[in-house]
């Protein structure tokens, strides 16, 4: 007897089981969410603008000033940006400044390589350096050319080429040296070289000490750590009022001072982020830190990781304590000596070998080490913040791996998912196996948690065994308590907040999330949801399959949208499945003959969107409850 029969299938895909023992579930999918228990494909992207930036970007922060102007910060590995009306603007702290006439400058006719000279400069190849002052070298050489610091014309100033010697750098310009520019001590005597602080690694480099070997390798205090630009480059970063604070990992503490504005045409001078410790009426103030931020309510600047004071109390030891904090005292950015009439002062965390990461939460800072979280409270004077350990058992696999929603903190650890609302939960995890199996442990600090509140998603972009750079990414709907995973290279996110759409950077580009369904304007390819088995009487019996009833809803572009719906067969839990015929299903499809007898069968629902469905474009889809005509068959 013939029957229809409505395929319903539980939310979120699991791996956990058995693909047969798994039925009326789903198996695999890629660009798939669950909205309302069912799949659908995601949302598409487009590029934000058409400018790029340096280096990978790996922390993006959305702010709004006083007057209503909208700021996001870019830490990637080799510079600090603010993003305004679509550009980029170079505010990197600066290293050193020479005095004037430091720096002079060999040219060689042909070449747009200049070589300059400065004892000790103490650069690597990839620093940053940039040049006020410079006189013209005789030729295509001009002081426009050379000067980039304090003008409009390269804010991002020149990369180091080579290193020959410690004296000498090399950096190549956009025009050819004449022979009118050729030989040495060209530039003049007023020239000022203005360094930018060391760039950071691309890639996570095992090496010694603390911070510097795989996660949870070797004892704090065994070795020394690793030079700060011998390090992946990470920042944190968070406002006071509506200026910014920004700290590279194991760097120091900069203010960058909203009101200086972000062109250098309008204000050169003071344009990039100073050390803390350059602030006027600065006291005291940490010269490194491993993780910074803003308390809330009550505005303390807090450093975690930071160099505390020597035993007189009169000077920062220049040592970083991986499990010292420090905090200035309240609404004063300037003062960090702590005195009975103000707020400053100082914890230290027992728990672990080193701070991790710390996200801002209800009332409370939740510090993860290697090993524990804590809970950091503002409980006022004498003491400011208490500090509270929660869970001993559970640390955080990378520094942006936790991220803060309305329904709880949740965090990925070493080994699973965790989410805290009052107390600490193991989440419940269909896919946790498929994807701790699939991690490149050593990038784990590439890491980076996401949340996308429109749909009630968090999740985890991070680098897949083999790679090494972020390359899939693993989502939960807190909602539904359904999982998905797919293939998608994001490197920082951000969600929607001062603008109405989520951003997220990759390729060396900022874009714009949610925006149709479309991969930056071509077709987004691979998208599908796969079931596991499905039989007729325990697979007791064949079962043949005849019609498909499709239901499904065309995001978009309802007219014209178009999937592949694919069955695929087998006889025995232990063949292969293989596809039994590949059925397209249009928006105006009221049924797909079909032809198929198995004992299981499965159910795949795909588009490419590529050229063979023009009518594709920018479309989504969301699947409804489908129905198949079956009947049994026979038992041979």
């Known amino acids: 007897m013939t029957k229809l029969t409505t395929i319903q299938f539980r939310p979120g895909i699991n791996r956990e089981n058995t693909n047969y023992s798994n039925e009326n579930g789903w198996f695999d999918g890629n660009l798939i969410r669950f909205a309302k228990g069912l799949p659908e494909k995601i949302g598409g992207w487009r590029k934000d603008n058409s400018n790029t930036f340096e280096g990978n970007c790996r922390a993006l922060h959305g702010w709004t000033n006083l007057v209503g102007t909208k700021f996001l910060g870019l830490g990637t590995t080799v510079k600090y940006y603010v993003e305004e009306g679509g550009s980029f603007y170079d505010i990197t702290p600066l290293r050193e400044t020479t005095a004037a006439g ?3 400058f060999a040219a060689s ?45 390269n804010q991002s100033g020149f990369e180091v080429v080579s290193v020959p010697t410690v004296n000498t750098y090399t950096f190549t310009v956009p025009v050819t040296a004449n022979a009118s520019d050729a030989g040495s001590g060209k530039g003049g005597s007023s020239v000022i070289g203005y360094y930018q602080i060391q760039i950071g690694l691309d890639n996570y480099v095992s090496g010694t000490g603390w911070g510097a070997g795989a996660w949870g390798e070797s004892t704090f205090g065994s070795t020394s750590p690793l030079a700060f630009g011998n390090q992946l480059r990470l920042w944190s970063h968070d406002n006071f009022g509506e200026d910014l604070l920004i700290n590279p990992r194991n760097g120091g503490v900069f203010y960058w001072d909203n009101s200086a504005g972000v062109s250098w045409a309008t204000n050169p001078s003071n344009n990039r982020a100073k050390n803390l410790t350059d602030l006027a009426g600065s006291n005291l103030a940490p010269t490194v830190g491993l993780v910074t931020l803003v308390s809330q309510v009550d505005r303390h600047a807090i450093v975690m990781g930071a160099d505390p004071l020597n035993a007189a109390g009169t000077a920062r030891t220049g040592v970083q304590d991986p499990l010292f904090i420090a905090f200035c005292d309240q609404e004063n950015i300037s003062e960090w000596e702590p005195k009975s009439t103000n707020t400053a002062g100082s914890l230290t965390l027992s728990e672990g070998s080193i701070i991790i990461g710390a996200q801002k939460s209800r009332q409370e800072i939740l510090v993860w080490t290697d090993t524990a979280l804590y809970s950091m409270q503002f409980v006022g004077p004498p003491f400011t913040f208490g500090i509270n350990l929660i869970n001993k058992e559970t640390g955080l696999i990378g520094p942006n791996a936790a991220i803060v929603t309305s329904k709880g903190v949740f965090w990925m ?6 989410v805290y609302t ?8 269909s896919v946790l196996s498929y994807v701790f199996n699939d991690l490149n442990i050593s990038e784990a600090y590439k890491f980076h948690a996401f949340l996308n509140e429109e749909f009630d998603e968090v999740g985890w972009f991070y680098t897949s065994a083999g790679g090494s750079e972020i390359d899939r990414y693993v989502s939960y709907n807190y909602a539904n308590n359904a999982w998905a995973y797919g293939q998608l290279s994001r490197t920082a996110w951000l969600d929607a907040g001062t603008e109405p759409y989520p951003r997220a950077t990759g390729s060396n580009y900022l874009y714009q999330h949610e925006f149709g369904y479309d991969d930056d304007g071509s077709p987004m390819t691979n998208v599908f949801i796969e079931s596991s088995d499905m039989d007729m009487e325990d697979g007791d019996q064949f079962s043949f399959v005849s019609k498909l009833i499709p239901d499904v809803r065309f995001l978009n572009n309802s007219s014209d949208g178009q999937i592949n719906f694919v069955l695929k067969t087998r006889n025995a839990p232990g063949e292969t499945l293989t596809t039994n015929s590949t059925n397209v299903v249009a928006g105006d499809t009221a049924k797909v003959d079909l032809r198929s007898r198995s004992r299981q069968i499965a159910v795949r629902f795909e588009s490419d969107d590529d050229a063979s469905y023009p009518g594709n474009t920018d479309t989504g889809w969301r699947l409804g409850n489908n129905r198949i005509e079956i009947k049994p068959n026979g038992r041979r």
């Open 102 to 104: 430091d720096v002079t």
């Open 422 to 429: 009052g107390t600490v939960q193991k989440i419940p995890c």
């Open 413 to 418: 650890a070493i080994d699973n998912f965790y």
């Open 109 to 153: 006719d042909g070449s747009s390589t200049i070589t300059a000279t400065d004892s000790n400069h103490g650069l690597s190849v990839g620093d940053y350096v940039s040049f006020s002052g410079a006189a013209t070298f005789g030729g295509n050489i001009t002081a426009d050319v050379i000067n980039q610091e304090g003008t409009s014309l």
